[in-house]
């Protein structure tokens, strides 16, 4: 089953924040985080394992809360750069996952200047 | 260094026909993964392969037949090709389960 992401659109202005959720129903071992730009490849963020410390680099930073199987996407002091459809991709736990990832539906922000 | 490259960009089927993509990585990474993007749906993995010679079934594997036969290379076929596979095809890999996933530059595949 897909995570779910939300909010599914946000709109921003250069330097304001934004946090991007991603819950899922099944337990998780491990979190992904990716931007994709318009007619490009996903790009990968940061990975969140299970037990592991939150992750972060430059202003854009996420948590992985086992206990309610949620990460979240923290970007601050937002650049125009930062536009494009961020996606989670979920491992789940519970036998050998194989790096198989769930994606979910995808977060699109748009900054502004 | 070319990363994950992916022949070819674009391609237009008519129904029924067939056609094989390839996806190729240069970074000796043992899990290779096939990945079909359409709109409002996100990513859903097709196919995957965790090294040389080994291949498995993933989310939406019905229409789609793949083959690693070289650790370098991940083949995805469509015998028989159906206007619901129209879509953006993208072709990853990684070092290890949990690793970061390097995607290719993606196909993009219309069916009429």
């Known amino acids: 089953q897909q995570p779910v992401q939300s909010p599914q659109a946000v709109i921003l202005r250069e330097g304001e924040d934004a946090v991007i959720n991603c819950s899922s129903s099944?337990?998780?071992?491990?979190v992904h985080w990716y931007r994709q730009k318009h007619g490009e490849a996903p790009v990968f963020l940061m990975i969140?394992?299970?037990?592991?410390e939150q992750k972060g680099h430059d202003k854009i930073s996420a948590s992985f809360n086992e206990k309610k199987q949620q990460s979240s996407l923290y970007l601050t002091a937002s650049q125009l750069s930062y536009s494009g459809t961020y996606f989670c991709g979920t491992e789940y736990s519970g036998g050998t996952s194989y790096g198989k990832l769930t994606f979910g539906q995808g977060t699109i922000l748009t900054v502004h200047p | 260094n070319a990363g994950v490259t992916q022949t070819p960009k674009f391609r237009v089927l008519k129904t029924g026909q067939s056609m094989t993509l390839l996806c190729a990585q240069d970074?000796?990474?043992?899990?290779m993964y096939w990945y079909r993007q359409d709109p409002g749906m996100g990513l859903r993995l097709i196919h995957y392969s965790v090294g040389e010679g080994t291949t498995a079934k993933g989310e939406v594997p019905d229409g789609y037949n793949v083959s690693r036969l070289k650790k370098q290379n991940f083949l995805l076929g469509l015998e028989s090709a159906a206007p619901s596979q129209t879509s953006v095809y993208f072709c990853a890999s990684s070092y290890q389960q949990s690793y970061e996933q390097y995607f290719g530059p993606g196909t993009r595949l219309t069916v009429t």
């Open positions: 970074m000796n990474h043992e899990y």
């Open positions: 969140l394992l299970k037990g592991g």
């Open positions: 099944k337990a998780l071992y491990s």
